[in-house]
């Protein structure tokens, strides 16, 4: 049952819809004008709100408007006496669900709040959905609101839910693994496990024994069974870090995995079949890896479903105050100090400096800064000694004269990515949108060497 207003400025009429309501099981509120029904508004929570067009004073019109603007998950049914078709556009233009034209009977009365009451209950669930999907990013750290980081999440959201294999790409320490593990909360999944295993970790002798398992006997040392990490993950998620550092021997029977969800442990005869959806990542470019045939193009398109490239802390610069707010937090309660605020020629040097380590080298610093601070609030003095004389961060744009040909435009685009990415090529690449075999090639054309940089 439901809280709903009732306005008309005239007694019978409301106390019509009233004893009408009531007899439903609902909860019914009513008010002569419109600065009773904000006064009820304030003071409760209120479900529907039927209100008449035609009131002295302030109109059911401009209430219509105050009422979605103030209040915009309320649904407002409209009714007038008069057949005034101008003003119902209006009402459904401002906002309003419905509306009725009176005299109308007590079923087309409570077939319309029926179906209000079925639109308020989609606006409440999907509040309480996206609120447990923002309580999901917060506790995935993952923190920022910058236009890129913002467009980022909102892909997280959209793809979360499915079964579609992602391919997460970035620089080290952008948060490749926080994605992930966000990816799997979000999803039907997030009750099963999250399994990972980083490629790069294992040598080849050891890498399939992890993915796979394998049965007693299956090589020297192999005292018993054990299951591989596709097996831990049934049901679940398999995220695989690193993937372009995966042996191409390696890459067949993923593929086969990948492709039939079935595989059979080392030294085992019978398959095994598994639900697992598969979340990779990597710092380096796999199309380049590929053309280098040191990654399987079949595996390369079968992993990269859904791409989502992670910025470097360098290309959100606007995300470190809140990325700093969240490191102080977590630290100084882990710690047990009372460090709460920075100093904002300290916050300034962070935000000039380059970030080569991105997210994660910010992390480790404000995790040292809190540790050794003396005050509440933490200074220069408490940064890293490299941090304490940073120079000011390459700027966004560059100036070129009027006669600047096609070629001083991409020589100029080249050399500030170059110095934005700290002379890291394969970063300068990933920002230019161009492969690094094209990159040493512009390299060469124009002249750039590391002086220059």
């Given at each position: ?16 819809l ?14 002569a004008?419109?600065a ?14 039927i209100?008449d ?23 407002v ?16 233009k ?14 087309e ?22 609120q447990?999907v923002?309580?999901?990013f917060?506790?995935a ?8 980081w ?30 992930a ?21 294992f ?6 024994a ?14 018993q ?11 679940g ?48 470019d ?12 079949d595996?390369?398109?079968r ?24 490191f ?15 100093q ?76 934005r ?16 075999a094209t ?14 940089i």
């Amino acid at each position: 049952m439901a809280r709903i207003l009732v306005i008309d400025d005239e007694r019978s009429a409301r106390d019509a819809l009233q004893a009408a309501l009531q007899r439903e099981g609902h909860e019914v509120l009513t008010a002569a004008s419109a600065a009773e029904a904000l006064a009820h508004l304030q003071a409760a929570a209120v479900d529907v709100m039927i209100s008449d067009v035609k009131m002295p004073g302030t109109d059911g019109l401009a209430l219509l408007r105050h009422v979605k603007a103030a209040y915009p998950d309320l649904v407002v049914v409209m009714m007038s006496g008069h057949s005034d078709v101008s003003a119902a556009v209006e009402a459904m233009k401002a906002g309003a669900f419905d509306y009725l034209v009176k005299p109308f009977g007590k079923a087309e009365l409570l077939r319309t709040v029926q179906k209000a009451l079925t639109l308020r209950r989609v606006l409440v669930e999907n509040l309480l959905l996206k609120q447990q999907v923002q309580d999901q990013f917060a506790r995935a750290e993952v923190i920022g609101s910058s236009p890129a980081w913002r467009r980022i999440c909102a892909l997280v959201e959209q793809v979360a839910p499915t079964r579609a294999t992602v391919l997460l790409t970035g620089e080290s320490g952008t948060g490749k693994e926080l994605i992930a593990r966000l990816l799997h909360r979000l999803s039907p999944r997030a009750a099963r496990p999250f399994i990972t295993l980083n490629a790069a970790a294992f040598p080849l002798t050891l890498i399939e024994a992890e993915l796979f398992g394998y049965e007693k006997g299956a090589f020297t040392g192999a005292a018993q069974r054990k299951a591989g990490r596709f097996e831990l993950a049934h049901g679940g998620t398999l995220f695989l870090d690193e993937i372009g550092d995966m042996p191409l021997e390696v890459q067949t029977k993923l593929l086969r995995v990948l492709q039939e969800g079935t595989f059979e442990r080392l030294g085992g005869t019978q398959t095994l079949h598994v639900d697992v959806r598969i979340i990779a990542a990597t710092n380096k470019d796999l199309q380049q890896e590929v053309a280098a045939h040191r990654f399987r193009e079949d595996l390369f398109y079968r992993l990269n479903v859904i791409a989502i490239r992670l910025p470097p802390l360098r290309e959100r610069r606007e995300d470190i105050p809140l990325l700093v707010a969240h490191f102080i937090r977590k630290y100084a309660q882990q710690n047990h100090k009372d460090i709460t605020a920075i100093q904002q020629r300290a916050l300034q040097r962070l935000q000039d400096y380059h970030w080569p380590g991105n997210v994660r080298e910010l992390e480790h610093v404000i995790e040292r800064a809190v540790v050794l601070a003396q005050g509440p609030t933490l200074d220069l003095a408490d940064l890293p000694p490299h941090l304490q004389g940073v120079p000011p961060a390459p700027p966004d744009h560059f100036v070129l004269p009027a006669t600047a040909t096609l070629a001083d435009i991409e020589r100029a685009a080249i050399l500030q990515a170059l110095q934005r990415c700290g002379g890291n090529r394969q970063a300068a690449a990933q920002q230019l949108g161009i492969g690094v075999a094209t990159l040493y090639r512009k390299l060469k054309e124009y002249h750039l060497s590391a002086p220059d940089i």
